[in-house]
């Protein structure tokens, strides 16, 4: 902002009211939050004229789910230069990715527009200047469409942690840093995020539950859902996963949605869904960025195991 000479609004609370109003007020022409804000905003049900004035709406930290881009590409409009110059015409963009504090940069680029298609965690291309590699547990590369831990080299890149050359070291492998994520890349060099490799769950019959590849499968095929959290977690008897579903305010809350959940879902994780329960946002815990601590839902659901009562 500082070297574009731009005016920047910088606000302490991300949620989706307080972003809305201060849309409303100092109408900005770009928007940048982390994908917690995003299912909030679209949830006030703003009119047109709320978000007329916004060109581009910038995504950081996690990638964003299509279900929360799409309403917001709605509104506002863009610039697109044609045989017969530059215009402006209805709708505005959208620049996902993933990033990091490690990353410094993002190391990938998407931008989303109403007339493009590529969704499905789609994270985009690599930057020129980012070498990115899928890799194994032995830090090998992997071949197009096979899945494995992400992988990143960069002059942006963070040269370590501070006071803990342990965690440096474990976090890198084959001369990249392994950004913790667990992503699959396709033919055309597009790169796809499945999940954190801390909340994927791999089954014993062969397999693997993605959770955040599972909420963008669940969104997509339930309208009235606003956001959704899966969690899977080992237990004694096996793999079990847990949906909850943050819905719309004109939803019925009273229907049992389970068999609508399952049949979003691969049938390998479909297998393993235990239980889908209606939430609110107050109910999840969360971090400073709004994403959702699964690690902390993890811990209660294995109390209730353990201690044999309701999660």
């Given at each position: ?46 009119d ?25 590409l ?13 215009r ?52 090998r ?5 096979q899945?494995?831990q ?25 001369g ?19 999940d ?34 899966v ?14 579903l ?5 939803a ?10 399952a ?49």
């Amino acid at each position: 902002a500082l070297c574009n000479r731009s005016r920047m609004l910088l606000l302490s609370d991300q949620s989706g009211p307080a972003v809305l109003d201060a849309v409303r007020g100092w109408r900005p022409t770009c928007v940048v939050g982390f994908a917690a804000t995003w299912p909030e905003l679209i949830a006030q049900d703003p009119d047109v004229g709320d978000l007329s004035s916004v060109l581009l709406w910038w995504n950081t930290g996690d990638c964003a789910h299509e279900a929360h881009v799409r309403p917001l590409l709605a509104h506002g409009t863009r610039t697109v230069f044609t045989g017969g110059g530059r215009r402006t015409v209805p709708g505005s963009a959208f620049v996902d990715g993933l990033g990091s504090s490690e990353m410094g940069h993002a190391m990938f680029f998407l931008t989303h527009t109403p007339d493009t298609d590529r969704y499905g965690r789609c994270i985009g291309r690599p930057h020129s200047f980012a070498d990115v590699a899928v890799l194994d547990g032995a830090g090998r590369p992997v071949p197009a469409g096979q899945v494995g831990q992400l992988g990143v080299r960069s002059p942006m890149l963070s040269p370590g942690y501070w006071n803990d050359s342990a965690g440096t070291y474990r976090s890198r492998r084959g001369g990249y840093f392994l950004t913790g994520d667990l992503v699959r890349a396709d033919e055309d060099g597009y790169y796809y995020h499945l999940d954190r490799a801390t909340d994927a769950v791999d089954l014993p019959g062969g397999g693997t539950v993605f959770t955040a590849l599972a909420e963008e499968q669940v969104l997509a095929a339930l309208p009235e859902v606003r956001d959704c959290t899966v969690v899977a977690a080992r237990t004694g008897t096996g793999v079990v996963t847990t949906v909850l579903l943050e819905l719309r305010p004109d939803a019925d809350p009273g229907p049992d949605r389970t068999a609508a959940v399952a049949a979003a879902l691969p049938p390998e994780a479909a297998a393993t869904l235990r239980e889908v329960r209606v939430v609110g946002p107050a109910d999840l815990p969360r971090g400073p960025t709004g994403k959702i601590r699964k690690v902390a839902l993890r811990q209660a659901l294995a109390a209730a195991d353990r201690d044999g009562v309701p999660a």
